[in-house]
């Protein structure tokens, strides 16, 4: 069954520094999604992307965030200059057409030291 | 805005016996609503979604959900509660006002004894 892959499963990083969470969604999926779930919180929508460029964005998603579909398969998250509020996990997650079903990866466990 | 309240956070069951999770929602028009779980470092997989069909929605793994619009509610439920079900479910509500997204709830785990 296809499914959304993303790596790293986990990442370590310095205040300050940046990071790049990749994601290979679904082959035939034109619409790509990140998520992300701070220890004991909800999970929370950050950016849809479509068509490259960025469809829609929350107020979390501001000018240290930014995505990127660099070539036909990957789809990457970067955070410029990392907190330690950004210590979470990042769901990367991709649907054929808008209004259909997302289907989410195992996520991206970012810890911020 | 769409929203989801979860109102267990935990729920305990005995291996065979039935599972209620509990969701009421809050929408400004015709929900679109889903069920995730979310096993022990597993991604989020889906296991039903309402899109306004049949009310009462069928998923993986034995579970099904009941959308009662007079209630606000959409409660998952499985007459016999195996050990691999043990997870963090989540009720999710679509939010089609622009490009898609999904609200989620808080999350209720579920514990199932032997």
């Known amino acids: 069954e296809p499914e959304v892959t993303q790596t790293p499963s986990h990442q370590v990083t310095q205040m300050g520094q940046e990071v790049i969470l990749r994601c290979v969604p679904i082959?035939?999926?034109?619409?790509f999604y990140w998520y992300r779930q701070i220890l004991g919180q909800k999970v929370e929508f950050l950016v849809s992307?479509?068509?490259?460029?960025?469809?829609?964005k929350s107020e979390i998603f501001d000018d240290q965030f930014s995505v990127e579909r660099p070539d036909g398969s990957n789809f990457t998250l970067k955070i410029r200059s990392t907190k330690l509020e950004d210590s979470a996990m990042y769901f990367c997650?991709?649907?054929?057409?808008?209004?259909?079903?997302?289907?989410f990866g195992e996520g991206s466990w970012l810890t911020v030291v | 805005a769409q929203s989801v309240t979860q109102l267990d956070s935990h729920v305990s069951v005995s291996e065979g016996t039935p599972v209620l999770l509990r969701c009421n929602y809050s929408?400004?028009?015709?929900?679109?609503l889903f069920w995730y779980v979310q096993h022990p470092n597993k991604g989020l997989q889906l296991l039903l979604k309402y899109t306004s069909a049949a009310t009462l929605v069928k998923g993986i793994n034995g579970f099904e959900a009941e959308f009662k619009k007079s209630e606000t509610s959409f409660h998952l439920t499985k007459p016999s509660a195996h050990m691999s079900d043990a997870a963090e479910y989540f009720c999710v509500v679509g939010d089609f006002t622009g490009f898609q997204k999904l609200v989620f709830g808080t999350g209720t785990r579920l514990l199932v004894s032997p």
């Open positions: 929408s400004s028009y015709s929900p679109s």
């Open positions: 992307f479509y068509n490259n460029e960025i469809s829609e």
């Open positions: 997650a991709s649907s054929a057409a808008s209004g259909n079903t997302i289907y």
């Open positions: 082959s035939n999926h034109l619409y």
